[in-house]
């Protein structure tokens, strides 16, 4: 006979002589399974039985194969090995085994499994409230309770699956929580990365559990959950990874109760510890105040129906947030630490970790590139890392580019769409005509940018310019001067993509959240190495007002946030505006390079005028030298839109190009710009063509 069904039949047994002590006699008459238990009772398995529990010691069993056995007397153990609380585990068993035994307790004792039946099986009737108490929360270790029901020892008990499937010795994560919690084993820690940074914060962890630390706070990003890991592998123990969010998605705080007694049942079960992330997502979003009200108390609650039970059943906990905000007042500094992970990883410690990954993968790029092109933490760099792996060899653009392409893929959600747009630059600057003063700064951009690492670091600048490294670029001039198009190019010249930042969408009219819309942009445009573009940029980047209400005042702040984020920025920045002078000056003495773009002259618009005529284009005599002297008010945006509008129309008459499909795009181009009539004499020689 198997043991839990000797502890089943047993306690079936012992319900039928409590009743007959009381005057009812054959209880089971009428109930054939459990009359079919007790039958089957034996004197072997009763004393085989006898044995396993006096011993008392899970590591005791009778032999190297009785699990079942060690794994009961575990449970026991977790209970203190008391006798009530046996009998109540014994009970809540033979009801999940055997459905009629809920059915005869009920006949007979007008209620299923209580902790009050435990006490008369015990022989105890009436036991004293502290001793109750007490019991019941020794209890929640194999049931769900109601700890707010009344009185508590009549509250309905019962064991879920996991407890049984435990016993029976299987291992898998309970159903309920499978959705939002995994499991890490120690044992597999061999499948971890090396630590390459952050390996001060893994120390610290572990000598924290090693002296008997509760609870570790891991705050900051970049590879948290990583440390986790480590911090687990190196004190032996495996960890439960509970994603909060997800947990709080829809749950009640009755259901939470009930989640919260499954959770710790698990981590007890498997000897491990919890480690807690989304907690930032759940309930600061990533932009609320650490003393915002309503978060102060979303996060006492939190900790009084989630963090201390969890505490107080000793089981080790780590848990993972943004912000290094306080989570468990309730424990003392010896008990609770907070581990407050860089914002951002020095070009030293990016080196060393790029080092590390392409050694451990044998991947054929610089390190001291990907250094200097990338400012992602530990855990972007190795999803990268890993996606590139997956795909370089079915990428032709294996390599630099895709290593570019993966980056952004990774680093990119759904509110970045919202912030800005991507644009993958191929024009160079050889494609925008410019005069050869302000080609030459351009090109100072580009090799300042490409020699940013030998000047910082070979040449050991880096230390003499904690701030203001930024490339910084103002274009100023007049619409369609070729602004735009310059910083397209810059970006083209590069090979880097370019984040054009929608200005539209960054301002927002609540207090603090166009701020939180400028670190977006700022950070994506860092971390994933592209050229950020402000065009419009005196609208963020405007002078200073004096402040006479409140909406001065933070408009203001957002400006003095621009000027400390430039100068922490470690990228390139690109900013257009029409009229130099609307940027504050603050502004300008940290932008490195100004240039400011005039109308072209006619020689750089006869330049534009004829690289619009391509060898490909089929067209006649085209007086380029004409349209350039006759229409001096055309920049270089107007004469491509005149080219291609003229070019639309001959192919749309079945003709070639020719002179007089220009000068009819020119017309009405003219017409559009200005609300005079249209005078014939504007065209010039040509205007026998209109």
Same mark, same amino acid.
């Given at each position: ?345 020095? =070009?030293? $410690? /990016? ?7 392409? #050694?451990?993968?044998?991947?054929? *790029? %610089?390190? +001291? ?18 996606? =590139?792996? $997956? /795909? ?7 390599? #630099?580019?895709?290593?570019?392409? *993966? %980056?952004? +893929? ?37 090799? %300042? ?242």
């Amino acid at each position: 006979m198997r043991f839990l069904e000797t502890v089943v039949s047993l306690i079936i047994l012992r319900c039928d002589r409590y009743l007959s002590g009381i005057g009812v006699n054959d209880s089971l008459k009428g109930f054939s399974a459990l009359e079919g238990f007790v039958a089957r009772l034996d004197d072997e398995a009763v004393k085989d039985w006898a044995k396993v529990t006096s011993d008392a010691d899970p590591e005791q069993a009778p032999s190297a194969a009785a699990d079942i056995e060690a794994r009961y007397l575990k449970l026991t153990d977790l209970m203190g090995h008391d006798d009530v609380l046996q009998s109540l585990l014994d009970l809540c068993l033979a009801v999940f085994t055997c459905p009629e035994f809920d059915a005869y307790l009920t006949k007979h004792f007008g209620y299923s499994v209580t902790l009050h039946l435990a006490y008369l099986l015990e022989g105890i009737p009436f036991p004293d409230e502290t001793d109750i108490l007490d019991r019941i929360r020794r209890a929640q270790f194999i049931c769900d309770v109601d700890m707010t029901a009344c009185p508590l020892q009549y509250v309905p008990l019962a064991i879920d699956e996991r407890i049984y499937s435990y016993l029976s010795g299987d291992d898998s994560i309970n159903p309920r929580l499978a959705d939002f919690t995994e499991l890490f084993e120690y044992s597999d820690a061999e499948d971890l990365n090396p630590p390459y940074v952050n390996t001060d914060a893994i120390q610290k962890g572990i000598a924290f559990f090693e002296g008997d630390g509760k609870v570790l706070h891991l705050s900051g990003s970049g590879g948290r959950r990583y440390i986790a890991r480590q911090i687990a592998s190196s004190i032996n123990r495996d960890f439960l990874f509970l994603n909060i969010a997800d947990l709080f998605t829809g749950t009640n705080k009755t259901a939470l109760s009930e989640l919260k007694g499954a959770l710790i049942r698990e981590a007890v079960l498997d000897d491990a510890g919890i480690c807690m992330y989304g907690i930032t997502k759940l309930f600061i979003g990533g932009s609320a105040q650490p003393d915002n009200g309503r978060t102060r108390r979303d996060l006492e609650m939190l900790e009084r129906l989630l963090f201390s039970p969890v505490s107080q059943a000793g089981i080790p906990l780590i848990l993972i947030s943004d912000m290094p905000v306080v989570l468990m007042r309730s424990l003392p500094e010896s008990g609770y630490r907070i581990i407050e992970l860089p914002a951002s990883l020095t =070009y030293a $410690e /990016r080196l060393g970790m790029w080092k590390g990954f392409i #050694e451990l993968h044998g991947l054929d *790029i %610089s390190p +001291e590139d990907m250094a200097v092109r990338y400012h992602m933490n530990a855990s972007e760099t190795a999803k990268v890392i890993k996606s =590139y792996l $997956e /795909r370089r060899d079915d990428d032709r653009a294996a390599g #630099e580019e895709l290593m570019s392409r *993966i %980056s952004i +893929e990774q680093l990119e959600d759904n509110e970045m769409r919202d912030v800005g747009r991507i644009i993958y630059p191929n024009v160079r600057l050889d494609n925008v005509k410019i005069k050869d003063d302000i080609r030459r700064i351009l090109d100072d951009v580009v090799n %300042s940018v490409k020699v940013s690492a030998q000047i910082l670091d070979t040449w050991k600048l880096r230390e003499n310019y904690p701030y203001g490294r930024c490339v910084s670029l103002l274009i100023s001039g007049p619409p369609g001067t070729g602004k735009t198009m310059s910083a397209n190019a810059i970006a083209g010249e590069l090979g880097l993509p370019l984040f054009q930042v929608n200005i539209a969408n960054i301002v927002d009219k609540y207090i603090g959240e166009t701020e939180k819309n400028l670190e977006k942009a700022f950070s994506y445009a860092e971390k994933a190495n592209m050229v950020l573009f402000f065009d419009e940029a005196d609208s963020l980047f405007g002078t200073r007002s004096e402040v006479h209400d409140s909406k001065d005042r933070y408009a203001n702040t957002e400006i003095s946030y621009l000027l400390q984020r430039i100068e922490s920025y470690d990228g390139i920045v690109i900013m257009a505006t029409n009229i130099k002078g609307n940027i504050d000056s603050a502004f300008m003495r940290r932008i490195r390079y100004i240039v400011h773009f005039e109308n072209p002259d006619e020689e750089l618009r006869k330049q534009i005028w004829n690289d619009c005529l391509k060898d490909s284009i089929p067209h006649g005599d085209i007086d380029t030298d004409y349209l350039a002297a006759q229409f001096d008010k055309f920049t270089g945006s107007v004469i491509k839109t005149v080219f291609l509008n003229a070019c639309a129309y001959a192919a749309g008459m079945g003709d070639q190009l020719e002179m007089k499909h220009l000068i009819h795009a020119v017309k009405q181009e003219l017409e559009k710009m200005t609300s005079i009539g249209f005078a014939s004499d504007t065209i010039g020689k040509y205007a026998y063509l209109v």
